[in-house]
């Protein structure tokens, strides 16, 4: 594989680019809300449809054994990607939502206490945020909330502050999806298992953007959805440590999660199927093996470094825009941009530039606990992938520069 991206012939693998809105070319800038997927990851889900579909495990005829071959290859295939020692420490979910709701249930209010605490960081997703409140609403858990600096990264002497011998979790974001900081996971890990504090890391914004290794970072659970990262909707992943799975109990019951069923009583499947209740989104799966693929042959390496210079590129021209203000700027960013363009509604920006094909995201990007924080009530966000092209952001600064021009 070449050093550098081919991204003329890479945007030829998504037919979702080629369209145009309003009459111009689509400009696709919402990848942290989902990612366009590539004719690869579509064709293999039509191919399941016409040559494989049928429900998993079980069936003993010949399409039964077909698809369970190609679900189960696509779960050793996984953990090879993020490094994770078992096979059966991969368990499918619908996406990164579920997948903390399932520790959320299984972990914590099986194994966590009255007067128990749990520490999240004020820059986490809705979805890694309200679960661990509910939570502590219902169990009488306090939360301690890590919070950002004005760059937008979390503090972590303010994390070591909030530690004690009743932290019992720590649920925090790779990579924020609004402020676009990546967090040195390591240390915080590294620094809480010193305290015996369980980890729940937040991958959904980060596996789309650097190779992972589960190994290497030590967390104990690791969520994340497939289809920020080029895959379908509706299949994700939770990775957790087996010796924390094992001693976990079902998340939700019926179907293949069961291994005796009687009047009397009902035993338990092993893992991963365990957690694994009813028929799962096979199709979605598959279509995440086949995306994973697809990311391997560019080469995480020449994803990451065309990015960065997307980002750097992106960052140094909305800069010289008058009175557009860049929420989240540590020196460790994903190529995504929050802004600000001087007291214009985002919504007001946001639909002025979607009339001219451009799709950024405006709003509180499910994360309002980190713009309450930075006491604004959303933003503009552009957020770039491999697919997009310098080009891409010259007109999203046109579009911005019309936006200035129709409000003054
Ligand atoms: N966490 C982060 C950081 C996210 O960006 C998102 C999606 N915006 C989620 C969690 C939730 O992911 P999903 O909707 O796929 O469950």
Redesign the pocket.
Known sequence: MASSLDVKNIRKDFPALHQEIYGKPLVYFDN??TTQKPRQVIERMIKYYEEENCNIHRGVHYLSQKATEAFENARRNIQQFINAKETHEIIFT???????NLVKTSFGEEFLQAGDEVIVSVA??H??FVPWQVLSEKKNIPLRIIPVNDKGELIFEEFEKLLNEKTKLLAI?H???TLGSIVDIKKFIDKAHEHDVVVLI?G??AVMHKQLDVQELDCDFY?F?G??MYAP?GG?ILYGKEKLLEKMPPFQYGGEMVDQVTIKGTSFNELPFKFEAGTPNVEAILGLDEAIKYLQNIGFDNIAKYEKRLLDYATEKLLKIEGLRILGTSENKASLISFLIGDIHPYDAGTIIDKMGIAVRTGH???QPVLDHFEVPGTIRASMVFYNTFEEIDRLVEAIMQVKKMFE
């Open positions: 942290a809300a619908k996406g990164t939502t579920d997948s903390v986490e997703h979805s890694n974001t990579t924020s999806n937040d959904a914004q969520c959805s289809h920020k909707m994700g990007h499910c994360a």
